[in-house]
T-cell receptor
Framework: NAGVTQTPKFQVLKTGQSMTLQCAQD?????MSWYRQDPGMGLRLIHY???????DQGEVPNGYNVSRSTTEDFPLRLLSAAPSQTSVYFC????????????FGSGTQLSVL | QKEVEQDPGPLSVPEGAIVSLNCTYS??????FMWYRQYSRKGPELLMY????GNKEDGRFTAQVDKSSKYISLFIRDSQPSDSATYLC????????????FGTGTSLTVIP
């Protein structure tokens, strides 16, 4: 099993550009989520999904969109990148909401100039 | 007040020492407690997972949960340089909790 796969690993954007961070899991997990990790701030939840077709906002959703058309995939879209979105992004999945443990991808390091 | 509080360290210990890492929390509804290890430039990986109160041991690692004090601990015995990483505590509520709550992480260095 590959677990949780994120692409790309690194990305540099200019302010105003848009992009999509990809996340796929092969564990048949219902729950998927996106976090950003900043120094001193810990992991902050951006958006999450409890199943295909269902998404909801987390703690820091502004400037990001998500969709969940399949159980396996949960892409994160940056609509118009801003320097404040420079961060490390992690996708994580779990068997079900609030239960079990989260499995993380290897992360995407994003810089917005 | 944050849901989960964790001392960021950094913590530096000699090889072979016993390490104690701790988190406190405010939400008495938390039932699932986890410890993650994160190496530099990597994603967090699950180290220990416990449900409700009590102890759990896995090799050199022991996780303790004291729900009455809202306090969880991770002990590392015979620490090794390969244990040098950031350790994150996390917790969640069942069954309708949609979110996992994380500490900010404690940076640990084990000196050979």
């Amino acid at each position: 099993n590959a677990g949780v796969t994120q692409t790309p690993k690194f990305q540099v954007l200019k302010t105003g550009q848009s992009m999509t961070l990809q996340c796929a899991q092969d564990m048949n997990h219902e729950y998927m989520s996106w976090y950003r990790q900043d120094p001193g701030m810990g992991l902050r939840l951006i958006h999450y999904s409890v199943g295909a077709g269902i998404t909801d906002q987390g703690e820091v959703p502004n400037g990001y969109n998500v969709s969940r058309s399949t159980t396996e995939d949960f892409p994160l879209r940056l609509l118009s990148a801003a320097p404040s979105q420079t961060s490390v992004y992690f996708c994580a999945s779990s068997y079900s909401e609030g239960q079990g443990s989260l499995f993380f991808g290897s992360g995407t390091q994003l810089s917005v100039l | 007040q944050k849901e989960v509080e964790q001392d960021p360290g950094p913590l530096s210990v000699p090889e072979g020492a016993i390490v104690s890492l701790n988190c406190t929390y405010s939400n008495s509804a938390f039932q699932y407690f986890m410890w993650y290890r994160q190496y530099s430039r990597k994603g967090p990986e699950l180290l220990m997972y416990t449900y409700s109160s009590g102890n759990k041991e896995d090799g050199r690692f022991t996780a303790q949960v004291d729900k009455s004090s809202k306090y969880i601990s991770l002990f590392i015995r015979d620490s090794q340089p390969s244990d040098s990483a950031t350790y994150l505590c996390a917790m969640s509520t069942p069954p309708t909790g949609n979110q996992f709550y994380f500490g900010t992480g404690t940076s640990l260095t084990v000196i050979p």
